[in-house]
């Protein structure tokens, strides 16, 4: 965060300098540091200063800086921002945070760490207020931490990077305080205006699966103003399997004690983390990690974050990037030349205004920390080199360490803290709910009516028809919370008249079919270019394109590649080889099939992950090369692939793949990850012989019954055949059947609640918040039948997350206590509960308007409310009711 409110440090360093003792610290530092706690000079028996005299030095600091940024606030408010700033300062004296860490941690980090030890402080404050005061403590932790490591050489010494750049941010501030915000050169504010109007245009485009427009030469894409869908996101607490046990468990609770503390299985307590729209979760953080899984939305989600920048049009939450310069840079076009130093940024993503960035701009953006650096798939760089990349980006933010980033990654290809020492928060999106879904699909045919014509009743009987379709059968319910594939069920829904395939290789057989063989002609596109292939050969030259990158261990074909590949194969496809030279054939396949994009240079890539991993997997089998396949198992990024293989494979093929996957050779979690990819894949198996089948079970039966919750959690991912192997839920003792109840509620099968029907009446109060929390993975009204109008309601709090949730819950009759956790207006909440019920309301997803709380004086019996910490302030909550954060 560019620190807005700017003090030089000849008016700043007098008033900061009196926080600290006289006297230079005179003890040897330890190795993480000396305790600020200990050099401050308002504590201990003989302290100097005292509360009043700390409460003046905030006053004067606050005046000066509204002063700085030219900004009035009413005499009540100026006075309650240095009441609070007076109390955020008195905390450094409480913490146990070292000089060491102070520095390493920077000035905005450290800024934070402080407001969090005043948990709610800031609530007193207006927004303009709470802003101002969040910006002039920034400044503050910057001219405090120069003041340390002047008063302590050995600072510099043993950190000399940070502390260099926190010198440089003193000076910056200097030379600004004294002469306003500083312009950018004449030279450097026209090339921005253009760099910036260019990512608008750019980025503001989305590919809309089946959607066909009018002019056939039209790009499949549509504007993403007109179709961008916020998606739900939440933070992570702790690790995915293998991580920390109660961390990772505390994250997700929905249980609260008589304490109003969230339960944790390992018996202690942890707020349970809140969800709410990732731009919105976005807020505060000035570095993310966010993890989705393939189509989840993380790219789309890059892109409005970039248009919206460069636009000015953000949202308040995000109002701290406001005047930033997004730079966004896809892993998959660096990955093998590593990450690119700030000079080569636009020409490593083969920006076409690379050529006219006056010579050293994108440092002088990041130095005065103007820039929003956008790092789009991670996990798209190979594995070997993954580690390297990530050191890259490491320097780059600790030399240019006041740039917020948000770097993007599928979960299996990076740990969860990898990014921690860096101050990344990490941040998952979630599934899209029922809401979502249906919010989704009528986006969807919104943008389609472009294609119908007039006459829109057959595309309003297909939604409707899909509507009703998809909470009735579980494969499209499962595959229609991921945003790709859904925007795929609705082409496919159209475009077979509303007979839908329901698995996923039916889904993306069906779209091959869709796009490769009858797009063209339905769109009466018959002259387009003088090559006429059916879906066969251009399949099949796709599928080698695919296979190169995966050999390759690459995202990305550059032009003469992919035209020596398809040379390569022409002989041995007549029906391709008669009608063109490599060049006319691949711009075929480029114009005509939609999932190949070219970029300025005429590198080429698929348009999307699943697809190449999809053509890649079918190649690999029909060439019989599954030596490859096994050799790269155990590596996450190769997960999907392996499952399609197996789905492709004939039944001796399938055996071959998954008799080696239980293979020995392995070692550790290597072994056990191919093990456990070997059950997955029995869900995507037609045909297996008995013994193969018996083998995958017997091998893997012991690993289903995880001794930590962490490793419960990530067994959710083998599927359903889990469901077989675990043990009996009747017979466990109440730890194990937490663990059970973790790993179950996350297995996307029907059968699932017929097994957590089994653990309904037990008394644990952690067994019953993950049976809650578990609701809005299952189908609704039969959830709720089985599991939740069973469970004990002492101390627990049921969560709602749609509409109809909230509806189902009112008919049996409304709860105590009740979790909010997704997107509802609050006419929608006063009608939806019980009123006279309603004793305990917990907020943990951002309400937008309704964090403005008078509407809670419709439920008359309320006396708690409970609002996560890291969602905005709530405000004119009814007396009488206790504020939890």
Same mark, same amino acid.
């Given at each position: 965060?560019?620190?807005?409110?700017?003090?030089?440090?000849?008016?700043?360093?007098?008033?900061?300098?009196?926080?600290?003792?006289?006297?230079?610290?005179?003890?040897?530092?330890?190795?993480?540091?000396?305790?600020?706690?200990?050099?401050?000079?308002?504590?201990?028996?003989?302290? /100097?200063?005292?509360?009043?005299?700390?409460?003046?030095?905030?006053?004067?600091?606050?005046?000066?800086?509204?002063?700085?940024?030219?900004?009035?606030?009413?005499?009540?408010?100026?006075?309650?921002?240095?009441?609070?700033?007076?109390?955020?300062?008195?905390?450094?004296?409480?913490?146990?945070?070292?000089?060491?860490?102070?520095?390493?941690?920077?000035?905005?980090?450290?800024?934070?760490?402080?407001?969090?030890?005043?948990?709610?402080?800031?609530?007193?404050?207006?927004?303009?207020? &709470?802003?101002?005061?969040?910006?002039?403590?920034?400044?503050?932790?910057?001219?405090?931490?120069?003041?340390?490591?002047?008063?302590?050489?050995?600072?510099?010494?043993?950190?000399?990077?940070?502390?260099?750049?926190?010198?440089?941010?003193?000076?910056?501030?200097?030379?600004?305080?004294?002469?306003?915000?500083?312009?950018?050169?004449?030279?450097?504010?026209?090339?921005?205006?253009?760099?910036?109007?260019?990512?608008?245009?750019?980025?503001?485009?989305?590919?809309?699966?089946?959607?066909?427009?009018?002019?056939?030469?039209?790009?499949?894409?549509?504007?993403?103003?007109?179709?961008?869908?916020?998606?739900?996101?939440?933070?992570?607490?702790?690790?995915?399997?293998?991580?920390?046990?109660?961390?990772?468990?505390?994250?997700?609770?929905?249980?609260?004690?008589?304490?109003?503390?969230?339960?944790?299985?390992?018996?202690?307590?942890?707020?349970?983390?809140?969800?709410?729209?990732?731009?919105?979760?976005?807020?505060?953080?000035?570095?993310?990690?966010?993890?989705?899984?393939?189509?989840?939305?993380?790219?789309?989600?890059?892109?409005?974050?970039?248009?919206?920048?460069?636009?000015?049009?953000?949202?308040?939450?995000?109002?701290?990037?406001?005047?930033?310069?997004?730079?966004?840079?896809?892993?998959?076009?660096?990955?093998?030349?590593?990450?690119?130093?700030?000079?080569?940024?636009?020409?490593?993503?083969?920006?076409?205004?690379?050529?006219?960035?006056?010579?050293?701009?994108?440092?002088?953006?990041?130095?005065?920390?103007?820039?929003?650096?956008?790092?789009?798939?991670?996990?798209?760089?190979?594995?070997?080199?993954?580690?390297?990349?990530?050191?890259?980006?490491?320097?780059?933010?600790?030399?240019?360490?006041?740039?917020?980033?948000?770097?993007?990654?599928?979960?299996?290809?990076?740990?969860?803290?990898?990014? /921690?020492?860096?101050?990344?928060?990490?941040?998952?999106?979630?599934?899209?709910?029922?809401?979502?879904?249906?919010?989704?699909?009528?986006?969807?045919?919104?943008?389609?009516?472009?294609?119908?014509?007039?006459?829109?009743?057959?595309?309003?009987?297909?939604?409707?028809?899909?509507?009703?379709?998809?909470?009735?059968?579980?494969?499209?319910?499962?595959?229609?919370?991921?945003?790709?594939?859904?925007?795929?069920?609705?082409?496919?829904?159209?475009?077979?008249?509303?007979?839908?395939?329901?698995?996923?290789?039916?889904?993306?057989?069906?779209?091959?079919?869709?796009?490769?063989?009858?797009?063209?002609?339905?769109?009466?596109?018959?002259?387009?270019?003088?090559?006429?292939?059916?879906?066969?050969?251009?399949?099949?030259?796709?599928?080698?394109?695919?296979?190169?990158?995966?050999?390759?261990?690459?995202?990305?074909?550059?032009?003469?590649?992919?035209?020596?590949?398809?040379?390569?194969?022409?002989?041995?496809?007549?029906?391709?080889?008669?009608?063109?030279?490599?060049?006319?054939?691949?711009?075929?396949?480029?114009?005509?099939?939609?999932?190949?994009?070219?970029?300025?240079?005429?590198?080429?890539?698929?348009?999307?992950?699943?697809?190449?991993?999809?053509?890649?997997?079918?190649?690999?089998?029909?060439?019989?090369?599954?030596?490859?396949?096994?050799?790269?198992?155990?590596?996450?990024?190769?997960?999907?692939?392996?499952?399609?293989?197996?789905?492709? &494979?004939?039944?001796?093929?399938?055996?071959?793949?998954?008799?080696?996957?239980?293979?020995?050779?392995?070692?550790?979690?290597?072994?056990?990850?191919?093990?456990?990819?070997?059950?997955?894949?029995?869900?995507?198996?037609?045909?297996?012989?008995?013994?193969?089948?018996?083998?995958?079970?017997?091998?893997?039966?012991?690993?289903?019954?995880?001794?930590?919750?962490?490793?419960?959690?990530?067994?959710?991912?083998?599927?359903?055949?889990?469901?077989?192997?675990?043990?009996?839920?009747?017979?466990?003792?109440?730890?194990?059947?937490?663990?059970?109840?973790?790993?179950?509620?996350?297995?996307?099968?029907?059968?699932?609640?017929?097994?957590?029907?089994?653990?309904?009446?037990?008394?644990?109060?952690?067994?019953? /918040?993950?049976?809650?929390?578990?609701?809005?993975?299952?189908?609704?009204?039969?959830?709720?039948?089985?599991?939740?109008?069973?469970?004990?309601?002492?101390?627990?709090?049921?969560?709602?997350?749609?509409?109809?949730?909230?509806?189902?819950?009112?008919?049996?009759?409304?709860?105590?206590?009740?979790?909010?956790?997704?997107?509802?207006?609050?006419?929608?909440?006063?009608?939806?509960?019980?009123?006279?019920?309603?004793?305990?309301?917990?907020?943990?997803?951002?309400?937008?308007?309704?964090?403005?709380?008078?509407?809670?004086?419709?439920?008359?019996?309320?006396?708690?409310?409970?609002?996560?910490?890291?969602?905005?302030?709530?405000?004119?909550?009814?007396?009488?009711?206790?504020?939890?954060?």
């Amino acid at each position: 965060m560019e620190p807005v409110v700017r003090l030089a440090s000849s008016v700043a360093d007098p008033l900061i300098g009196r926080l600290l003792s006289p006297e230079p610290p005179r003890t040897e530092p330890s190795g993480s540091g000396r305790l600020i706690a200990g050099l401050v000079s308002f504590r201990g028996g003989d302290a /100097a200063v005292g509360w009043e005299e700390l409460l003046e030095v905030a006053r004067e600091l606050v005046t000066l800086g509204l002063a700085a940024a030219g900004q009035r606030l009413p005499a009540e408010e100026e006075a309650g921002v240095a009441a609070v700033l007076a109390r955020t300062l008195w905390v450094i004296g409480e913490l146990d945070t070292t000089d060491a860490q102070a520095v390493r941690l920077g000035p905005q980090d450290y800024a934070r760490r402080l407001r969090s030890a005043v948990p709610g402080a800031d609530r007193e404050l207006t927004s303009e207020a &709470a802003w101002f005061h969040d910006s002039l403590l920034v400044t503050i932790c910057l001219h405090l931490l120069h003041l340390l490591i002047v008063r302590s050489p050995d600072l510099a010494e043993r950190m000399p990077e940070r502390s260099h750049r926190i010198g440089q941010l003193v000076d910056l501030n200097d030379v600004e305080a004294l002469r306003g915000r500083s312009e950018p050169a004449v030279q450097d504010a026209e090339f921005e205006e253009r760099y910036l109007r260019h990512v608008a245009e750019q980025y503001n485009r989305l590919t809309i699966y089946g959607i066909d427009l009018p002019n056939p030469n039209t790009p499949d894409n549509w504007s993403l103003d007109a179709s961008y869908l916020s998606l739900a996101a939440e933070f992570s607490s702790g690790g995915e399997a293998g991580g920390d046990e109660a961390s990772a468990e505390g994250g997700e609770s929905a249980g609260g004690g008589d304490d109003d503390t969230a339960v944790t299985g390992s018996g202690g307590t942890a707020p349970a983390e809140p969800v709410m729209t990732a731009d919105r979760a976005l807020a505060g953080h000035e570095r993310v990690l966010l993890r989705g899984v393939a189509g989840s939305g993380k790219t789309t989600l890059i892109q409005w974050l970039a248009v919206s920048t460069a636009r000015g049009e953000l949202p308040a939450e995000l109002r701290t990037l406001h005047g930033r310069i997004p730079f966004v840079l896809p892993v998959r076009r660096f990955a093998r030349d590593g990450f690119p130093p700030p000079d080569d940024f636009l020409a490593a993503v083969r920006h076409p205004l690379a050529d006219e960035a006056p010579e050293g701009w994108v440092v002088r953006v990041l130095a005065s920390e103007r820039a929003l650096i956008l790092v789009d798939g991670i996990d798209e760089a190979p594995e070997q080199q993954r580690v390297d990349v990530r050191d890259q980006l490491r320097r780059l933010l600790r030399i240019y360490s006041g740039n917020p980033c948000l770097v993007t990654s599928r979960p299996p290809a990076v740990d969860a803290d990898w990014l /921690a020492e860096e101050g990344f928060a990490e941040l998952t999106l979630a599934p899209m709910n029922r809401d979502q879904v249906s919010a989704f699909i009528t986006a969807w045919h919104t943008a389609a009516r472009t294609d119908e014509g007039k006459d829109h009743s057959r595309l309003d009987d297909y939604k409707d028809l899909l509507l009703r379709s998809i909470p009735l059968y579980r494969e499209l319910r499962v595959l229609a919370t991921n945003p790709l594939m859904c925007g795929l069920i609705c082409a496919l829904n159209r475009d077979r008249s509303g007979s839908l395939p329901k698995g996923r290789r039916e889904l993306y057989e069906a779209a091959m079919e869709m796009l490769l063989q009858r797009r063209d002609p339905e769109r009466r596109v018959l002259y387009a270019d003088t090559i006429d292939l059916q879906r066969a050969p251009r399949e099949r030259l796709l599928r080698k394109l695919a296979y190169r990158m995966l050999v390759d261990e690459a995202a990305v074909l550059d032009h003469a590649t992919a035209l020596g590949e398809i040379e390569r194969h022409l002989a041995a496809i007549p029906a391709v080889a008669r009608q063109g030279s490599p060049e006319e054939i691949f711009d075929h396949l480029l114009l005509r099939t939609g999932l190949l994009r070219e970029q300025a240079d005429r590198s080429v890539e698929f348009v999307h992950r699943t697809v190449q991993d999809y053509l890649a997997a079918k190649e690999a089998v029909e060439r019989g090369n599954f030596t490859l396949l096994l050799e790269h198992a155990h590596e996450a990024e190769w997960e999907e692939v392996i499952r399609m293989a197996v789905a492709h &494979a004939r039944p001796d093929e399938c055996a071959t793949l998954l008799q080696g996957l239980l293979a020995p050779g392995r070692t550790g979690m290597k072994r056990n990850r191919r093990r456990l990819l070997a059950a997955a894949c029995l869900e995507h198996v037609t045909e297996l012989d008995p013994d193969t089948h018996a083998r995958v079970r017997r091998e893997t039966r012991n690993m289903v019954r995880p001794a930590t919750v962490a490793a419960a959690r990530g067994l959710g991912w083998v599927g359903p055949i889990v469901l077989e192997m675990l043990p009996d839920p009747t017979a466990v003792p109440e730890d194990e059947a937490y663990r059970l109840a973790v790993t179950v509620t996350r297995i996307d099968d029907d059968a699932a609640v017929d097994y957590l029907a089994q653990l309904r009446d037990r008394k644990s109060l952690a067994l019953r /918040a993950e049976l809650a929390r578990g609701w809005g993975n299952f189908e609704t009204e039969r959830y709720a039948a089985e599991v939740i109008q069973h469970l004990d309601p002492e101390g627990l709090y049921f969560p709602v997350g749609d509409r109809v949730e909230l509806s189902v819950l009112r008919k049996l009759g409304g709860r105590e206590r009740v979790q909010i956790v997704g997107a509802f207006t609050p006419d929608e909440l006063v009608e939806g509960l019980v009123a006279d019920r309603l004793t305990h309301l917990w907020i943990a997803y951002d309400l937008g308007e309704g964090m403005e709380m008078e509407w809670l004086s419709e439920f008359p019996s309320l006396t708690t409310l409970r609002v996560n910490p890291r969602l905005p302030r709530v405000s004119g909550v009814p007396h009488g009711v206790r504020i939890i954060a």
